[in-house]
């Protein structure tokens, strides 16, 4: 089975803290995004990166970095948390060069900035 | 106008209903279509996928696509309360492959 493990399940941070989101995957998958999911608005594609060092701009990257150093793992930076960025992060990866389509995703970080 | 569009309910139905749960999209171009369940704090999971028109059955689920309306659809027969979750769909952009969600539709299957 494909795993999608996530740092924290539950986050407080304050306002202008510097925040890490950690995703490992442990199938050896080519593909790993981070979305945020908030109610009315559904699930939001923040980056993506289909290689190590990698990474492309999703819909709404503003306020975001990502890094990507190992394969299996995926980080998502918040450089100065603010109270808009309360969501949930999940993170999804997928299996093959360019073949997004079937992504498996983590439990979710349910994150609250104050 | 959304890429993909569902009604978000919620929907509450008794158990031993037949549930539908729909999407519309609007670019003709789109050809592949998947069912995410999410249970309540949990990630997403695929629970189908179709490509093209047509449907497709795995024991109480069928998804169907009806391209000449742009609408796909998840039918769940024999509903039980562990099928209470928001469904989503979505459908890969073919240019960029990233994948399009709609919003999700909550679904409650009351005992």
């Known amino acids: 089975d494909v795993k999608v493990t996530q740092s924290s399940r539950y986050l407080v941070k304050r306002t202008g803290e510097k925040v890490f989101l950690e995703c490992v995957q442990d199938?050896?998958?080519?593909?790993m995004f981070w979305y945020r999911q908030d109610p009315g608005l559904g699930l939001r594609l923040i980056y993506f990166?289909?290689?190590?060092?990698?990474?492309e701009k999703g819909d709404i990257p503003e306020g975001y970095s990502v890094s990507r150093e190992k394969k299996e793992r995926f980080s998502l930076i918040l450089e100065s948390a603010s109270t808009n960025q309360t969501s949930m992060y999940l993170c999804?990866?997928?299996?093959?060069?360019?073949?997004?389509?079937?992504?498996?995703f983590g439990p979710g970080t349910r994150l609250t900035v104050t | 106008q959304k890429e993909v569009e569902q009604d978000p309910g919620p929907l509450s139905v008794p158990e031993g209903a037949i549930v539908s749960l729909n999407c519309t999209y609007s670019?003709?171009?789109?050809?592949?279509f998947m069912w995410y369940r999410q249970y309540s704090r949990k990630g997403p999971e695929l629970l189908m996928y179709?490509?093209?028109?047509g449907n497709k059955e795995d024991g109480r689920f069928t998804a169907q696509v009806d391209k000449s309306s742009k609408y796909i659809s998840l039918f769940i027969r024999d509903s039980q309360p562990s099928d209470s979750a928001t469904y989503l769909c979505?459908?890969?952009?073919?240019?960029?492959?990233?994948?399009?969600f709609g919003q999700g539709t909550t679904l409650q299957v009351k005992p």
């Open positions: 179709t490509y093209s028109s």
């Open positions: 999804a990866s997928s299996p093959g060069t360019g073949d997004f389509y079937e992504q498996y």
């Open positions: 990166s289909y290689d190590v060092k990698m990474k």
């Open positions: 199938m050896d998958h080519e593909n």
């Open positions: 670019n003709s171009a789109f050809q592949y």
């Open positions: 979505a459908t890969p952009d073919r240019n960029t492959g990233k994948l399009i």
